[in-house]
Each structure stands twice: as structure tokens, then as C-alpha cells.
């Protein structure tokens, strides 16, 4: 296809321009799709208001990457995908030839490819993409749903990382669409969830997932107090997963979690941020401190499977949608209010 088509080119710090730029051509082994829903999410709301994302993006760019849409055009030697298909693809796909990849953990691969560009009409998937983290979308799952894959799988990781078994308490620091998504899957894993959020509206929302106790920090002294008050004897919950980012909650999950207990750092604090830890507390409670980042082809396919059966409801997470022409007015709203909800951009309007 030539031509040219609307996508949104992010210049530098809060400055995306809604712009007409080349449609990409594609080679062989890819494809072009024409993106239905573009989902917008914290990752991309830090690339708007740093300007970039060391691993991903430099500006002049296209971004955005939790998408879901229809093959426009294949290109040479694809196999398995034709014009007309819905299909998901994935922000990135492993080498499967390194270290790491070896070693199952392919989200640390040393050639992970990135894909950004999901805020425009039409985005390119490369090869590796196509042949390892794109799947075609039944017709009764909705674009938004499919686009949830992403951020689900990443999700399924970390709860997969941190243990978690049937009958534990998990308490999840933070009701973005991350932390809701942690306190839905825990809870489907049969798990006893305890939500620690910030704003009247998310206690609802905490409840709405599945969290048993909800301890809202405005409302309390110390949340770490609150939170091990609602757990048995006082012990504190046996998984702690901080799903907002910030040094300070870090270091309340540790306080939080049990002796024996199991912290997952899942939110990504700005670079250059340091945690303190509590030596004592370590050594003599056994804590195990642990990060997930990203995910593998493995849990997408998980997360993709959980969707297509309809245990987790994109209405749960998608509260409105827009025209891609507004999708700064849409960055600035979701900065303003902590990026707490999910808009499902929709290119060509």
C-alpha cells in the first residue's frame, strides 16, 4: 500500500502531534494492519510525559502498543495469516536463540524486539512478531478485549513469578488497570485479595475485581498497619504486589508482607530511584524480594486464552474510547487524574 495515513508522533516531553506521515511498507514475513483499538496505558503515559522510554522509543516517534485490528496487506512468505483477518499482535517478540531465551525467560532476551506505533491507522508488525506473538481473534471477542492481551500477560507472569497458591492472601498495592488486573487473576487463582488504592472511586472498583478488604490510604494513619489489622492474627498478607511505582510503596510492601512472605516490585519507578531495606527484617523473616518485568510468549498465550473464554471482560477496563485526533486532551486527563483508567483510541474517526 502507498499513500499516506494519521498517527500520532510523539516530539519530545507532553508533545504529540496528530500528524499525516508515510504508511509503512512491509517486507518479508510481515504484515500491515489496520488498527481498530489502541488502548492507552501507564508504560505509554510515562513515554508522554518523559518524552521517551529508554528501551523502546526516540523521539521523533510513532508509539503506542497494546493494539487489535485487521490485516490490510501481507507480505511475502507469510504463512498462517491472510487480508481480512482480526488479529492481536504483540508489542514485542524474543530471539529464542540467547542465554536468556534459553533459560525461559525470554521478556530479558538481549534482542528483544520492540513494535510501537499503535496510535495510527496502520502499523507494520515485523516477521518475528508475526511468526511468534500474533494471534487471530475470534469473532466473539471484541477489539478492545483482544487488545488487553498485553498488559494480561504481563500480569499472568507476575503473579506465575511470585508463587501464589490457592488460599493465600495477596494484597495489591495500587487499582490502575495493572493492580485491578492482579486482584482479578489472583482471585480467579483462588486467592484471598486485599487492595490498597488512593481515591474513592477505586474502592469500588478494587471491590467490582474481586478484593475481599479494601484499605484506602487517605482514610488511614498507616496503611502498613491497616492492611496486617485485616489479615489473620495480625501477620500481614503472604504475597504484597506493588503495581504503582514509587519508592515509597515499595518499601511499605516490605513492612506489609508476612515472615515468609513474598514482595513482587511489579511498577516500574522512575531511573535512578533507590529503595531502602530493612536488613534486620529481611534476614530474620525470610522475605523473598522479587521483580517481573514484560512477558513472555508463553503467558501471552495464556492471557489470550483467559479473554477468549471470558474470565476477564475488557469492560472492566476500557471506560471510554475516543477519536485518535484527541489522544493528548486524552494523555493530559489520565496525568491529571494518575492515568487510572483505559481509553480505547480509535484511529480513521
Known sequence: MNG?????????????????????????????????????????????????????????????????????????????????????????????????????????????????????????????IVDLNMLAVPTDVSYEEAALVEPLACVLRGLHETGVEIGDTVAVIGAGPIGLMFMQVAKLTGCNVLAVVKRDSQVDAAKRAGAHDVVQITKVNDPVEAVRAITPDRRGPDVVIEAVGRPEAWEQSIEMVRKGGTVNFFGGCASGTKVQLDTQRLHYSEITLKATFHHTPDTVKKAFALITEGKIKGGDYVTGEAPLSRLQQVLRHMLNRNGQIKTAIIPGH
Open 4 to 128: 499516506t495515513m494519521t498517527a500520532a508522533v510523539l516530539y519530545g516531553k507532553e508533545d504529540v502531534k496528530i500528524e499525516r506521515v508515510p504508511i509503512p511498507r512491509v517486507g518479508e514475513g510481515e504484515v500491515l494492519v489496520k488498527v481498530q483499538v489502541a488502548l492507552t496505558c501507564g508504560t505509554d503515559l510515562k513515554v508522554y510525559q518523559r518524552g521517551y522510554h529508554a528501551r523502546m522509543i526516540v523521539p521523533p516517534a510513532l508509539f503506542g502498543h497494546e493494539l487489535a485490528g485487521v490485516i490490510e496487506e501481507v507480505g511475502p512468505n507469510v504463512k498462517g495469516f491472510k487480508r481480512g483477518q482480526r488479529v492481536v499482535a504483540l508489542n514485542s517478540a524474543p530471539c529464542q536463540q540467547c542465554f536468556y531465551c534459553s533459560k525461559h525467560q525470554e521478556n530479558l532476551c538481549e534482542d528483544l524486539l520492540f513494535n510501537n506505533g499503535a496510535y495510527a491507522e496502520y502499523i507494520r508488525v515485523p516477521k518475528r
